[in-house]
């Protein structure tokens, strides 16, 4: 093991793929690398990237690019490509790139410091990035990149749902789910590293345990990790609507430690165009669903993704999008558009949305979310929240910055802390004295 290696990371896309790209991390501060913070005194470059759409895909090859102008500038760096790009269209990379010394697919990527030590690789082929479906395992080290007081914790691998719009299923591969023993470990290990709020991640949550049999579900896991940890927050990312079972409500209900927040993607909310997603549910059960979630956790802060300009979609489809969203008011949406993905069953379907129609429909419904966002956080004003502080304030390091249980890391708004100390990984509570769109304003209650 040579000493003083250094290593400089990009890790693009989903929390699920940052957890790939801790254990990368891990594996390699194992092998004795430290990371560093510029490319530039790194011996080893790495990409860990996305390629679930268009746009990830550009913007991992223009992170790919920029790194490779370190590497001409010193030969002796190696520069490594890891994750879904490299599964979807590692073949092509390599002819198009040869600048890059190691292309790893998603399935290879636990043995990068075997692959970097070994004998220059063989060319890829279809075979090469069709290997063993990998799972990882609490055994694996894992250097957590987020702050240290909190951790997202990847439960499943692999997706089971068929999205006609969606290529995860061929790029992650089948679902496995992680032995609820083996998460225990994992989530304990954390705990003791200091994580007050653990997000657990999948494709989708509440596929977890169906290839494992009855016995392993997600509301079990829950109640191991409550009887067993006492970590403050545990927060749930990604339920898909049709496996959402009163169950999971009442235990979150009961157990105030899994914070009251649901994402749930709906995508649509259009039977026609729902049923040309894939999706197996109707607008009648998301509105009966939404009404059972609010009345068994009346608090709750519910936020979801809406899919517009799929083909075929017309303004009409776009009017029962808008009317639904002013009656049912989501705390928290994320809309994006649809764009056509090579080997998607949607990329063949007529009626495809011009792009600026698209664009159009995208401006309406987030201008719509600003004023139902606003009105739903004003209703937070005067009262007293707690709120994990995550540090000095990325707007001005005047102010401290932290979040409710009603806000996600990294996809939701913050609260602004004008008075009172704390430090970072704090619990305090928040008297809220002001609303923003998406923030609120408050100060620590002495």
């Known amino acids: 093991m040579a000493p003083n290696k250094k290593l400089y990371m990009v ?6 793929n940052l957890v790939d790209s801790e254990v990368m991390l891990g594996l390699l501060e194992k092998d004795g690398y430290s990371v560093t913070e ?3 005194e790194a011996d080893l ?9 268009g746009s990830a895909a550009k913007e991992a090859i223009d992170a790919i690019l ?3 102008i370190y590497k001409h500038k010193d030969p002796a760096k190696k520069l490594v490509v890891t994750g879904c790009l490299v599964q979807r269209y590692g073949i092509e990379l390599e002819k198009e790139l040869p600048e890059v010394d190691l292309f790893i697919g998603t399935n290879g990527f636990h043995s990068i410091v075997d692959r970097l030590n070994g004998p220059p690789p063989p060319a890829l082929s279809a075979h090469s990035l069709e290997q063993s479906p990998f799972l990882m395992n609490s ?5 957590v990149s987020t702050p240290a007081h909190r951790a997202y914790m990847k439960i499943t691998e692999g997706c089971i749902n068929r999205c006609s719009y969606c290529l995860i299923p061929s790029i992650r591969g089948k679902l496995r789910s992680r032995p609820k023993d083996d998460l225990l470990i994992e989530a304990k290990r954390l705990e003791a590293e200091g994580v007050k709020e653990l997000t657990l991640v999948a494709q989708d949550l509440l596929a977890y345990g169906l290839d494992l049999g009855k016995q392993t579900n997600l509301p079990g896991l829950l109640q191991k990790l409550l009887a067993e ?3 403050p927050w545990i927060r749930l990312l990604y339920l898909h609507p049709a496996r959402v079972q009163r169950e999971l409500l009442r235990l979150m209900a009961d157990n105030p430690r899994i914070v009251p927040y649901l994402d749930i993607p709906f995508q649509h909310v259009s039977d026609r165009i729902l049923k040309l997603m894939n999706r197996p549910y109707s607008k009648n059960q998301i509105i009966q669903l939404m009404g059972t979630i609010r009345s068994t956790i009346p608090n709750v802060a519910l936020r979801t993704t809406m899919m517009v300009g799929f083909p075929g979609e017309t303004e009409t489809d776009i009017a029962e999008m808008t009317d639904f969203l002013q009656k049912h008011k989501f705390e928290h949406l994320g809309v994006f558009a649809y764009a056509n993905e090579e080997g998607c069953k949607a990329a063949s379907l ?4 011009a792009e600026e129609a698209k664009e159009e429909r995208l401006r309406k419904i987030m201008e719509l979310q600003a004023e139902i966002s606003f009105t739903a956080l004003e209703k937070h004003v005067g009262g007293v929240e707690q709120v994990l502080v995550e540090g000095l304030s990325k707007e001005s390091d005047l102010l401290l910055e932290g979040r409710t249980r009603y806000q996600a890391p990294e996809i939701d708004g913050c609260v602004y802390i004008t008075q ?10 928040v008297m809220i004295t002001e609303s923003h769109t998406y923030d609120l304003v408050g100060e620590i209650k002495e």
């Open 229 to 231: 940890t006492t970590i």
């Open 38 to 40: 510029g490319p530039e």
């Open 66 to 68: 920029e790194l490779a």
């Open 350 to 353: 007529k009626g495809q949305i």
């Open 11 to 16: 890790s693009l896309g989903c929390s699920k």
């Open 45 to 53: 470059l790495l990409v860990n990237t996305c390629g679930f759409i």
């Open 139 to 143: 055994s694996m080290p894992r250097k």
């Open 420 to 429: 009172g100390t704390a430090n970072p990984g704090d619990l305090v509570d």
